[in-house]
């Protein structure tokens, strides 16, 4: 369905399910979960812990298929996509960010930020000038020879923020990525996000589970609850604030 | 991902647990190494039987006889009644007919006699035969006394030195009193100097034989004596063709006698050991001349009696046996099949040596089957290796998947870090196993030298040993990156990067 321009949505989910078998019983940690998500919008999914948000990240990042339902970035399926596809949307479509950073540690900064552009095959003598771009807009250019245990959690993030942006997708995922931080450093991340969004027009989907953050950061906030979408407005809208 | 980028990738994760990771690469180089060596000696001994016989040239050599000769290899045949039919004799005509087939590139006869030789008033008995001009080729002369003939028809001599012993033997040593015609001596030889040996370079030997010479036909069915040079008399061989009872026309009976010649030869030479590796009845044989002389004396050898007995003798004289060279081993099969199509029966040492290349394929397998073990033993530790880097790397490679990685890439990644401990332990077991090759022929030398034996090369590398040993670690490698390739490109990103 498009977006209210006419363009395709940058996300949209239809009654997308994801049950896992658990010997006899079934988990539902998505049932029926139905959204859509405007270009270079900004999201917060927030819930309580299992409540399904960061399962229904996962699904739109190509990590995991749904059980049903259908999925599509940019008016494609990602249920009906075959591995090399989802693979391939995971390298140009989104990038993603994590609580965890998961930088390799053994690599510094600047390989690990090479990393997406040799999957994505870039030749060599582009990939120089990408990766520094990258550092260069998360304030990392002088620590590029840097190993990620010689930075602080912060800087570990920015640079994760590097590795996901250094392939230009068009959506980025960040899933808990202020989690490991200290607050000062989860408001420099979420301002780096911010800007990131302002000036390059990347659809964000966050996924938080700090009210303050997701109120201050997201233009709109989707409420889930037991694998469905209990809600979803603008912060500070009453039927979000009573599920929050 | 590209080449490159895996190899770069291969090898940064190979140097990160480089101990361990170079553990396992010597694990395959011990592998290796077994099986090279294995082989190798397997080489060497083949190359030890086959290359003798092959610079002897005896691999592109062929026997070519009536097919009268070889009734007993032919029995179907004989029983068929085909020989007796379609007999054709080995004469000139066959010669030149043979000397034109393609790839032949020299024809010559057999000529081997037993006779007397005479040396400075003594007289011994043995065994003379005619040495084509491409006998000088054979490794019996590449050690020997003197030089070979100066041309395929100089009357010239070169001698075994079981032979040459003998002629300088006092007279009155075991070997005079029961001379042997061929082989060796079963009393011992005598002790020889080279410096005696040398001594009977350029000396003269009196061959003594019989020539065999056509008569006119007799006018009676009986023998009679002719008189020669006045000089030699022998007895007269008649043959009577037609039914044995003689009652055929007289025009089918042709007479030969076989008169007693003497010739001079000077000793150009003394060989240690026998021409053709000691294999042909002429090699057998402890005066050689050239065969182009031997041919011209028109010798009376064995075969002249059976032409005496044969029910339809030829008054031109036939070759007992023709020996037929041709350019390459390759082409002897393709020549025997010419030579039987013209009613000729042939013998080569490639059919002799069938079976024993048979054997040598059995032997190479069962050395290839227990180096291998150790290959294999190898092969598990890259199993064990790669599917500990599995579960160390998980976190790795659920991130790689995360950042746009496919099942490929991942089973590639893997792939290659098993291919490059296959190739770098392959090469560096290639290297152990020559130098192993190098120890097993050094102390084998010294053996061989304390037995007064000559050098020898036991274990030998062939290009082809080399490229297949490393290939086959490679092989070995991959297989054995299968497993932990595919349990790598198995792994579930999300569960990795949630619980990692």
């Known amino acids: 369905m498009p977006g209210g321009n006419g363009t395709p949505n940058a996300i949209r989910a239809e009654n997308v399910c994801r049950h896992y078998t658990m010997g006899d019983s079934v988990v539902k940690a998505l049932d029926g979960v139905s959204l859509e998500v405007q270009e270079s919008e900004r999201v917060a999914m927030v819930g309580a812990s299992g409540s399904g948000k960061s399962t229904l990240l996962h699904l739109m990042a190509g990590l995991d298929r749904p059980t049903s339902g259908t999925l599509e970035t940019r008016g494609r399926n990602l249920a009906v996509m075959s591995p090399e596809e989802l693979a391939a949307h995971r390298r140009g479509t989104v990038g993603m960010i994590f609580q965890a950073f998961h930088l390799l540690p053994r690599m510094t900064l600047e390989e690990n930020v090479e990393l997406p552009l040799r999957l994505s095959e870039v030749p060599r003598e582009a990939r120089a000038l990408r990766v520094r771009e990258a550092l260069e807009r998360v304030g990392l250019a002088g620590r590029a020879a840097h190993r990620p245990g010689e930075l602080s959690g912060g800087e570990q993030q920015r640079a994760a923020i590097a590795r996901a942006l250094v392939n230009r997708p068009s959506i980025l995922l960040a899933d808990e990525p202020t989690g490991n931080l200290d607050s000062h450093n989860g408001e420099e991340i979420m301002r780096l996000i911010y800007s990131l969004n302002e000036s390059l027009h990347m659809t964000v989907v966050l996924v938080t589970h700090e009210q303050r953050l997701a109120a201050s950061f997201a233009e709109r906030i989707l409420v889930l609850s037991d694998g469905r979408l209990a809600a979803e407005g603008r912060p500070g809208d009453p039927a979000v604030e009573a599920l929050r | ?123 011994l008995f043995t065994s003379v035969s005619g040495l084509s001009p491409s006998a000088n080729q054979n490794e019996a002369f590449e050690k020997m006394h003197g030089r070979f003939f100066s041309g395929p028809e100089a009357a010239e001599a070169i001698l075994h030195v079981d032979f040459a012993r003998d002629l300088l033997a006092p007279a009155n040593t075991p070997g005079d009193a029961f001379p042997l015609p061929m082989g060796p001596r079963a009393g011992g030889t005598p002790d020889v100097t080279d410096a005696q040996l040398d001594a009977l370079l350029g000396k003269e030997i009196v061959l003594h034989y019989g020539e065999r010479e056509p008569t006119p036909p007799p006018t009676e069915a009986r023998t009679h004596t002719a008189s020669r040079s006045g000089r030699a008399q022998n007895a007269v061989a008649r043959s009577t063709g037609g039914d044995p009872g003689g009652a055929d026309s007289a025009d089918e009976t042709v007479s030969f006698s076989v008169v007693r010649r003497e010739r001079h030869l000077r000793i150009v030479g003394i060989v240690d050991t026998e021409p053709y590796a000691g294999i042909t009845a ?164 010294i053996y061989l030298a304390n037995q007064d034996l000559p050098h020898e090369t036991v274990v030998l590398l062939p290009l082809w040993l080399i490229a297949g040993a490393v290939a086959f670690a490679i092989a070995v490698s991959l297989l054995s990156g299968i497993y932990p390739a595919a349990r790598a490109a198995r792994l579930d990103p999300v569960q990795v990067l949630r619980y990692e």
């Open chain 2, 282 to 445: 002429s090699a057998a044989s402890r005066v050689f001349l050239p065969v182009g002389l031997a041919e011209k004396l028109h010798p009376a050898q064995a075969s002249t009696l059976r032409d005496i007995m044969q029910a339809k003798p030829s008054a031109s004289e036939n070759y007992s046996a023709l020996i037929v060279r041709v350019d390459d081993p390759a082409h002897v099969q393709p020549t025997q099949d010419a030579l039987k199509g013209m009613g000729f029966r042939t013998f080569s040492l490639l059919d002799a040596t069938k079976s024993l290349r048979r054997v040598f394929v059995i032997v190479d397998l069962f050395l290839a089957i227990f180096g291998s073990v150790a290959l294999v033993v190898a092969s598990l530790g890259i199993v064990n290796t790669l599917v500990m880097s599995v579960l160390e790397r998980r976190r790795e490679i659920g991130v790689l998947k995360a950042l746009g990685a496919s099942d490929t890439d991942v089973k590639r990644l893997f792939f290659v870090e098993a291919g490059v401990m296959g190739t770098v332990g392959g090469a560096l077991g290639v290297l152990l196993g020559w130098l192993i090759g190098r120890a097993i022929n050094f102390g084998t030398n």
């Open chain 2, 1 to 123: 991902m590209k080449v490159n980028d895996l190899l770069e990738l291969a090898g940064r994760n190979l140097r990160e647990s480089g101990f361990r990771n170079a553990l396992t690469t010597a694990g395959v180089a011990v592998g290796v190494a077994s099986l090279v060596a294995m082989l190798s000696l397997g080489a060497g001994l083949q190359g030890l039987v086959t290359d003798r016989f092959a610079r002897s040239g005896l691999f592109n050599t062929i026997g070519v006889f009536t097919a009268r000769d070889m009734r007993g290899m032919e029995r179907s045949e004989r029983r068929s009644g085909v020989l007796e039919s379609n007999t054709r004799p080995l004469d000139d005509a066959a010669r030149k007919e043979i000397n034109v087939l393609p790839h032949v590139i020299e024809v010559y006869p057999e000529v081997r006699l037993l006779t007397d030789v005479s040396f400075e008033g003594r007289t």
